[in-house]
């Protein structure tokens, strides 16, 4: 079962990105996470831009990239009390063609690490609201990763055990949701 992680920071110090390699770690054997790399590179959603049939190439490559995947991880950062601005274009750029975005019917949880109190709870629930509208199958559950500058330790792990305790129970109702996708198909 292969896992598509997608941090919403671009920063190359990010703690959402961080949070995403210790997910690879907490998998259970049978997945495998592959972290999307490319989020930068996508321009603005211009719907003039579009072209279904021959999309521009970073965006060709970002929704094959969700459609090979069997289930999606997205760890937020939360800017100004909501979804980074690259994240939310790149999530416009998979919701098209409406009604027909490779979001419909994906399995997808939603994290977030901020060096904030709260954790990125706000950029979680609107981030989770978009993808329910798209049409994903979305995982009710949070994880507000606060302080993030110092929630790990040195080994890359979670320093609150009930963070990676929820952490883990988060993946392992995204496999459950991967795996029933997949029987059904």
């Given amino acids: 079962m292969r896992v598509l992680g997608i941090s919403g920071s671009?920063?190359?110090a990010s703690h959402n990105t961080q949070l995403l390699r210790r997910v690879g770690e907490l998998l259970p054997p049978?997945?495998?996470?592959?972290?999307?790399?490319?989020?930068?590179?996508?321009?603005?959603?211009?719907?003039?831009?579009?072209?279904?049939?021959?999309?521009?190439?970073?965006?060709?490559?970002?929704?094959?990239?969700?459609?090979d995947a069997d289930a999606i991880l997205i760890a937020t950062p939360e800017y100004n009390g909501s979804i980074p601005g690259v994240l939310k274009n790149a999530v416009d750029w998979a919701s098209r063609p409406a009604g027909q975005s490779v979001?419909?019917?994906?399995?997808?949880?939603v994290i977030g690490a901020s060096t904030g109190q709260f954790g990125g709870v706000w950029a979680q629930a609107e981030l989770r609201?978009?993808?329910g509208?798209?049409?994903?199958r979305v995982i009710g559950r949070e994880l507000p990763v606060a302080r993030a500058d110092s929630a790990f330790d040195e080994a890359g792990?979670?320093?609150?055990?009930?963070?990676?305790?929820?952490?883990?129970?988060?993946?392992?109702?995204?496999?459950?949701e991967a795996d029933l996708s997949l029987a059904a198909a």
């Fill in 129 to 131: 609201k978009v993808l």
């Fill in 10 to 12: 671009l920063r190359r």
């Fill in 157 to 176: 792990r979670l320093v609150d055990p009930h963070l990676e305790q929820e952490l883990s129970e988060i993946l392992t109702d995204l496999v459950y």
């Fill in 103 to 109: 979001l419909r019917y994906k399995p997808v949880a």
């Fill in 133 to 136: 509208i798209i049409g994903a």
């Fill in 30 to 67: 049978s997945a495998e996470l592959d972290v999307y790399a490319g989020l930068k590179a996508i321009p603005p959603y211009d719907a003039d831009d579009d072209n279904h049939e021959h999309p521009h190439g970073v965006v060709a490559h970002l929704r094959k990239s969700i459609t």
